[in-house]
């Protein structure tokens, strides 16, 4: 909180401090006499003021919409924040807190909202910090924020949207939680041309309900449009519990000419419907990267990792080929996929390849992949699989170039196979690895499909034991 507070000696010197309370008939100029309404508090406050939310019976309702450089703080009473809702789509569009530049929200509860519980559009330089928020868009609503090819993107939790051509904004979610948002648990979003890093830090996303088809996530960062760049950056987190056949932990996706990227630290990724952590490249060209570091990826239902380019129209076909897929993980462990029924019998760890969202041929891309350090055990069909045949849906097999570096990892116990190859364009350095049996990668443990060969893969020089780093990221002494 002081951190916060001292962060916003940039309001004005004379900022006012208003008390705030639900159903009070104040002026708001003091403790004893707070503000009761939304409407009397938008009037009364300026830029650059503090509000200080008191706890009371019921949750203080219509929202609250800030104002630049506003700080919203809650007056903790025991264990209990105070609350805010929105029921009413006419106020700050049911949104709890709507956010602008500078602003900040402390120790607050947001509660069971018609829209997003926390949303910013076009705003830098916020910070959430104790935020809790629970049972946010409560009509299962959308924004008017448009994407390529989701449409338009659903109201969550917490929600930013950046969406002016060459502006780059940056915001802060500490210590917050979201649970039970219906769509979007906490997302990020750069639209034509805009830019936008989300720092997110010590959070707990959990459950929520499906918006058909997609929108089913527990934290998104997505950039889409010519220009467009998103960056999160994402540490000491938990996200868990989007248990739709279209649940996801965490999605990272660009298309049309955007870039997305992640960060990913010291976090879990928990029992999920679908895929724990996801790249996206579609309507290509299009970049995406993933960091994974000392982390746990595990129960998704059908991958824990995935990659994939989308067989989408392209944006600019001349270029298509400059797509790139990119995950790199170190010091993780990522395991037991397959726990949640619906995709037991195509459960993979770590998944690269392109996927079909239209009639036609897969397009063509890179990909790479890097796993140093880590354990990847226990799938349901297989530890790690790289290309698609395209015998599923009929068309020609997958032309992707596929590059892989896979160092000091314990990679044991995966359903049919340790590794799959099905694409030709293939290169698996998988030097030093220990392959749960001291002579090495077992020659029944690879699977080849289609054009693929065994010279793509290079698994020599095994390792008799687990590499320390993995031991020591599982919780084993070192020998």
Avoid at 62 to 71: M, S, Y
Avoid at 119 to 136: F, I, K, M, P
Avoid at 448 to 468: C, V, W, Y
């Amino acid at each position: 909180m002081t951190s916060c507070l001292t962060a916003s000696t940039s309001a004005p010197a004379l900022a006012a401090v208003w008390f705030a309370r639900s159903k009070a008939t104040g002026d708001g100029m003091s403790g004893a006499s707070p503000i009761g309404s939304s409407a009397a508090l938008d009037a009364a406050t300026k830029p650059g003021d503090i509000i200080i939310l008191m706890p009371g019976e019921t949750p203080f309702d219509g929202g609250v919409a800030l104002k630049v450089g506003q700080t919203l703080m809650g007056l903790i009473e025991g264990d209990r924040k105070p609350s805010i809702t929105n029921t009413d789509g006419d106020q700050h569009g049911g949104n709890g807190v709507v956010l602008a530049d500078d602003s900040r929200v402390l120790d607050v509860r947001i509660e069971r909202t018609k829209a997003s519980g926390v949303l910013g559009v076009d705003v830098s330089g916020t910070s959430l910090l104790g935020v809790e928020v629970e049972d946010a868009n409560q009509s299962a609503g959308f924004t008017t924020a448009v994407t390529n090819v989701l449409g338009r993107i659903s109201h969550g939790g917490i929600l930013f949207i950046a969406a002016q051509p060459g502006k780059a904004v940056e915001n802060r979610v500490l210590h917050c939680t979201a649970t039970r948002a219906t769509g979007i648990g906490i997302g990020a979003f750069a639209l034509k041309g805009g830019r936008s890093r989300l720092v997110v830090s010590h959070i707990r996303v959990e459950g929520g309900a499906l918006i058909p088809p997609l929108f089913d996530i527990g934290v998104t960062a997505l950039a889409d449009g010519r220009s467009s760049e998103m960056s999160l950056e994402m540490a000491d987190a938990d996200v868990r519990g989007r248990l739709s056949p279209q649940g996801r932990n965490v999605l990272v996706f660009a298309s049309a000419e955007a870039k997305a990227k992640a960060r990913i630290e010291r976090s879990t990724m928990g029992e999920v419907g679908q895929d724990g952590v996801v790249a996206v490249a579609a309507r290509v060209p299009a970049t995406v990267a993933i960091e994974i570091r000392d982390s746990t990826i595990e129960k998704a239902g059908q991958m824990n990792i995935e990659g994939t380019i989308l067989n989408l129209p392209p944006s600019d076909p001349a270029r298509a080929h400059e797509s790139v897929v990119s995950i790199d993980v170190e010091g993780s462990i990522i395991r037991d996929v397959g726990f949640v029924d619906g995709f037991r019998g195509e459960a993979q760890n770590i998944w690269l390849a392109p996927t079909v969202f239209a009639p036609g041929p897969f397009a063509k891309g890179r990909y790479r992949l890097s796993v140093r350090n880590s354990v990847v055990e226990k799938a349901i069909k297989a530890g790690i699989g790289l290309g698609n045949t395209g015998s599923e849906f009929g068309i020609s097999s997958d032309e992707g170039e596929y590059q892989v570096r896979l160092r000091n990892n314990t990679i044991r116990d995966n359903g049919a196979s340790e590794i799959t190859i099905a694409a030709s364009r293939t290169h698996v350095d998988a030097r030093r690895n220990y392959w749960g049996i001291p002579t090495g990668l077992a020659k029944g443990r690879v699977v080849l499909l289609d054009k693929a060969d065994r010279s793509q893969l290079d698994a020599s020089q095994p390792l008799t034991r687990p590499s320390e780093g993995s031991r020591l990221r599982s919780g084993g002494p070192p020998e």
